[in-house]
């Protein structure tokens, strides 16, 4: 399922009347029947109090339709025009007389003061916010203000025509306020601002309506657009397991990480990776950690590093022979110390193309060896959080967050790897330029010991000969889904990496 941005809408939008035939006020009013229909599959109380506030543009134009259509089927709807009547034009106004000649009523904020809507507002029980869509830009004006202000103030539920008004279609930024909606029903596609930095705060429950405009057109025409990450995906991308298999079937893996701090950082990834299919996983830890390591996780492999400090010393990574893994994943628990890099330096050098994951402190000693990731045979994988990324790229965690669709990848492009930029939603970006966002994410996620789940995960996934682009698909969707399912069970508190990695096969076993 693809994503767009305002352009992406209104070029198929365009596409759609000019090329296909299909007139605007035809989309306009099979958008407004979308409206109805979410209204009638939930409330059914006639005498529920409606009040729909509509802009000048074509989301107005929507709201016109819907209301039309609500008064029809017999609900309590009020219509209020919130920008003066003259300024409407094309379809909406089309609308606004098709509306008009049914002698249907309503109000404008011409002809109300500010505290007669105050208190529509406060009597209804739907809000249906038709004031802006994916055409708004910039600081929200009057007199949508003072509006947006009120409705997020009152306790009615609130239902968004395509977008909430005041969120940034492409973005997802909100500069100020932007009605926070309860549910958010859009068309043709899921706009990028949903996933994106303010967006996920906004916009309540969502669903797609068809409007008509062939979704079809998207895949031809937008190549270049994100796809979100649908369990359908996650489904036909997980590695198959044929019945007739044996351990090596699913791949043998290693984790290299640990220090005296963090002992507990690789055996969450081995455990994510035993719990999601691989076939071995070997641990390759201080020695100091071993002990505590194996009573925790008998059924991995272990290689005892020597020690140096409370740290592994790089030199001894030089004794792992590396082309028994099918891939590796370096940097959970490592910590950081003087010379870490090094440890980077022997592992490119001593690897022939196997994928390498590097996450965590990894990713701190990476900024220096960037090189040797551009000329190394195999696919690097980076699985940052926005600080780590800002590290990365000396800059600063907002410019991160506010560019990350960019960001990401821009960083895959120049350095040919792999990025997953984690985050509430988190972005896969792969060097050939394909760009799936995740659209489940969870606040229990933002806990020490949930990244190094997510890269075992992706580690199981490629042992099992899934592409680096299908484990990260994977691997980012069933983590967020895990962390849902188990908040949901335990509450948002109480979510442990290893409830993360127990929810897992809960998620797999609910896979179809
Ligand atoms: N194919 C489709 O997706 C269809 C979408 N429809 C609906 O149309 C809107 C997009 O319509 P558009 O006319 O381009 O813009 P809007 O109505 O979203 O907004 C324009 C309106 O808003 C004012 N405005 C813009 N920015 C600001 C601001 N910062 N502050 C205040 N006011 C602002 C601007 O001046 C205009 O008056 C889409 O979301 C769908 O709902 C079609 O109905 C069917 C096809
Ligand atoms: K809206």
């Not at 008009?100 to 809507?117: C, E, F, I, Q, V």
């Not at 609130?158 to 549910?183: H, N, Q, Y």
């Not at 990244?451 to 983590?479: N, R, Y």
Request: proline share 5%; hydrophobic share 40%; charged share 20%.
């Amino acid at each position: 399922m693809y994503i767009g941005g305002r352009q992406d809408l209104a070029a198929l939008d365009q596409f759609t009347i000019e090329q296909v035939g299909l007139p605007g006020a035809v989309l306009m009013e099979n958008a407004g029947s979308a409206i109805v229909s979410a209204v009638l599959s939930s409330y059914h109380d006639l005498d529920a109090r409606i009040l729909v506030l509509a802009g000048n543009g074509n989301n107005g134009g929507d709201g016109f339709v819907a209301t039309r259509k609500l008064c029809d089927h017999g609900y309590n709807v009020e219509l209020c025009l919130l920008p003066k009547e003259e300024t409407l034009k094309g379809d909406a106004l089309t609308h606004f007389l098709v509306y008009k000649n049914r002698g249907l009523p309503y109000s404008t904020m011409a002809t109300m003061d500010k505290d007669k809507l105050q208190s529509k507002i406060n009597c209804a029980t739907i809000i249906i916010d038709a004031m802006i869509g994916s055409g708004m830009q910039g600081i929200i004006k009057d007199p949508f203000r003072s509006v947006i202000e009120m409705v997020n103030e009152s306790t009615a539920y609130v239902l968004a025509v395509d977008i909430p008004s005041g969120l940034e279609a492409d973005t997802g930024l909100v500069t100020e306020l932007a009605i926070k909606a309860d549910r958010t029903v859009t068309f043709v596609m899921p706009k990028k601002g949903f996933f994106l930095q303010d967006g996920p705060m906004y916009i309540g429950e969502w669903e797609i309506a068809d409007i008509s405009v062939p979704y079809q057109l998207a895949e031809k025409s937008t190549q270049s657009l994100p796809r979100l990450i649908t369990n359908g995906d996650v489904y036909a991308q997980l590695p198959k397991r044929p019945s007739n298999s044996h351990k090596g079937t699913f791949g043998h893996g290693i984790v290299i990480g640990g220090s005296s701090s963090y002992v507990e950082a690789p055996i969450y990834s081995a455990k994510a990776a035993f719990h999601s299919g691989i076939g071995l996983v070997t641990l390759a830890v201080p020695e100091e950690n071993y002990t505590i390591s194996a009573s925790q996780l008998p059924e991995a492999l272990y290689i005892k590093l020597s020690n140096k400090e409370d740290h592994i010393s790089p030199a001894s990574l030089s004794d792992i022979s590396f082309s028994t893994y099918k891939a590796i994943a370096i940097g959970p628990g490592l910590s950081r110390f003087k010379h870490g890099g090094k440890i980077l330096e022997i592992l490119f050098s001593k690897c022939q193309d196997q994928p390498i994951i590097i996450d965590a402190d990894g990713l701190f000693y990476l900024k220096d060896y960037l090189h040797l990731v551009k000329e190394y045979k195999g696919p690097v994988i980076i699985t940052p959080h926005p600080g780590e990324m800002a590290a990365l790229l000396e800059c600063s965690v907002e410019e991160i967050e506010s560019n990350r669709l960019e960001v990401a990848k821009q960083f895959a492009k120049e350095h040919g790897v792999y990025v997953l930029l984690k985050g509430h939603r988190s972005i896969v970006e792969v060097p050939d330029g394909n760009t799936w966002v995740n659209p489940h994410g969870h606040d229990a996620l933002a806990r020490g010991g949930s990244g190094d789940v997510l890269t075992g995960l992706i580690l199981s996934f490629i042992c099992q000969h899934a592409s680096p682009e299908q484990a990260l698909v994977c691997a980012t969707f069933l983590h967020a889904r895990a962390a849902e399912v188990k908040a949901k069970k335990l509450s948002h508190y109480s979510v442990t990496p290893n409830a993360i990695i127990e929810g897992i096969p809960e998620i797999l076993n609910d896979m179809r």
